[in-house]
Every structure is written in structure tokens, then in C-alpha cells.
């Protein structure tokens, strides 16, 4: 059972905005930063956002991130076929003294 | 460009022991942190181990806490995963991934670049 919790599946039509949450608690998300992560079949993970709504180089900014209290969602506007990938959020987990990832999220591209 | 290859994955028999590499270029390796992250097959991500930038600090996940040792060696750029005692439930794709900070831990922990992954599977 994961630490932060995400939704095991989601899906949308192209064009759709979706979007995709990550629970987590005061000493994860509550007081730290999230970051997400895209993982296609087969492949290793790469960064999506991280901080305040950065994007690394490559990354477009349909995809945007927020944040309240102990939760956080990834939102995906103008859903493409190209963004069907698995999907996980992170923080760093001050009890823990370590790294807390959720479950991961499957989205699919009807 | 930043390159991490993993290497040392393999078959190995429960309670046995191996030691995962992980080459470094196109950074400069001794300036940041290092992680271990593992995914079993089917399952999600799960963190393993962090070493600051000098190898200094180190932490790990409850898992593997007391069996699974993270070092690094900065003239070589290369940072290693030991696991001793390894078990079934330690079967997964192990990554080795850069931090963005030197620490490599607390709110800043951000995987900016990945190896493509080494396979362990703990069977008898």
C-alpha cells in the first residue's frame, strides 16, 4: 500500500481535460514539494513537473500541476493520444526520512 | 547529455547476495545526489536509497533498510546498490536516478534524469 494515494486508473477523449489526484498527509505533501513522473510501457520514468509548475525542457504546458493542503493533482488539458502513460506523484516524507511515492495512475486515450 | 547505465542485474537465489552499478556521464557526478529506485514487475515505483553528493548521508526504505547498503565512488562516477539477504519481494527493474541537489534528500528530492533500468529476480 502506497504512502500517497492516486486513483489506479483514468481516462478521457482527445481534446479532454483531465486530471489526476495524489492524497498524501502533513508530513509528505502538507510540508513538501510534489513532483510527478510519466512512465510509458517498457520505459524508464522521466520527469514531468517539478516544484511550482516547472516543466522540464520538451515538456508542454497542457500539463500543469496544484497543490492544497495535504493533496495535489496533475491536470492534462487537450488530451492527445501520446499522453497515455502511467502517471505518479512524489514527495519526500519528513517521518519517514525518505522518498513516498503513490500508487501510479493509468491513463488511458478513448 | 546526462547518461546513467545500469549494470550487475542478473538471476540470483534468495539470500544470496549482488551488487548493482550505475555509470555516470555528462554531469559532473560528485556535485549531486544519487538514488536507488525499484519497480516490480506489474507494480508501481518504490524508492530504495538516497547518498549525498559526497556520501556523506544516506538513507533508505524500511524494505531494504539493514540489507541493502548505497555507496558511491565520485572518481569513478559511479554509485553502487549491495544487497545481501535479498528476497522474492526484491524482484524489480532497479533505477538509478540523479538528484537535481546536492543532498538528494528532504523537500528538494527530485529524480531530474534515469537509467533505463537493471533487472533483478530473486528465485530459487
Known amino acids: 500500500q502506497s504512502v500517497l494515494t492516486q486513483p489506479p486508473s483514468a481516462s478521457g477523449t482527445p481534446g479532454q481535460r483531465v486530471t489526476i489526484s495524489c492524497s498524501g498527509s502533513?508530513?509528505?505533501?502538507?510540508?513538501?514539494?510534489v513532483y510527478w513522473y510519466q512512465q510509458f510501457p517498457g520505459a524508464a520514468p522521466k520527469l514531468l513537473i517539478y516544484r511550482n509548475n516547472q516543466r522540464p525542457s520538451g515538456v508542454p504546458d497542457r500539463f500543469s500541476v496544484s497543490k492544497s493542503g495535504t493533496s495535489a493533482s496533475l491536470a492534462i488539458s487537450g488530451l492527445r493520444s501520446e499522453d497515455e502513460a502511467d502517471y505518479y506523484c512524489a514527495a519526500w516524507d519528513d517521518s519517514l526520512s525518505g522518498e513516498v511515492f503513490g500508487g501510479g495512475t493509468k491513463l488511458t486515450v478513448l | 547529455q546526462v547518461q546513467l547505465v545500469e549494470s550487475g542485474g542478473g538471476v540470483v537465489q534468495p539470500g544470496r547476495s549482488l551488487r548493482l552499478s550505475c555509470a555516470a556521464s555528462?554531469?559532473?557526478?560528485?556535485?549531486?545526489?544519487m538514488h536507488w529506485v525499484r519497480q516490480a514487475p506489474g507494480k508501481g515505483l518504490e524508492w530504495v536509497a538516497v547518498?549525498?553528493?559526497?556520501?556523506?548521508?544516506?538513507y533508505y526504505g524500511d524494505s531494504v533498510k539493514g540489507r541493502f547498503t548505497i555507496s558511491r565512488d565520485n572518481s569513478k562516477k559511479t554509485l553502487y546498490l549491495q544487497m545481501n539477504n535479498l528476497r522474492a519481494e526484491d524482484t524489480a527493474v532497479y533505477y538509478c536516478?540523479?538528484?537535481?541537489?546536492?543532498?538528494?534528500?528532504?523537500?528538494?528530492?527530485?529524480?531530474?534524469?534515469w537509467g533505463q533500468g537493471a533487472l533483478v529476480t530473486v528465485s530459487s
Open positions: 536516478a540523479k538528484d537535481s541537489t546536492s543532498l538528494g534528500y528532504g523537500s528538494g528530492t527530485c529524480f531530474d534524469y
Open positions: 547518498i549525498s553528493y559526497d556520501g556523506s548521508n544516506k
Open positions: 502533513s508530513s509528505n505533501i502538507g510540508n513538501n514539494y
Open positions: 555528462g554531469f559532473t557526478f560528485s556535485t549531486y545526489g
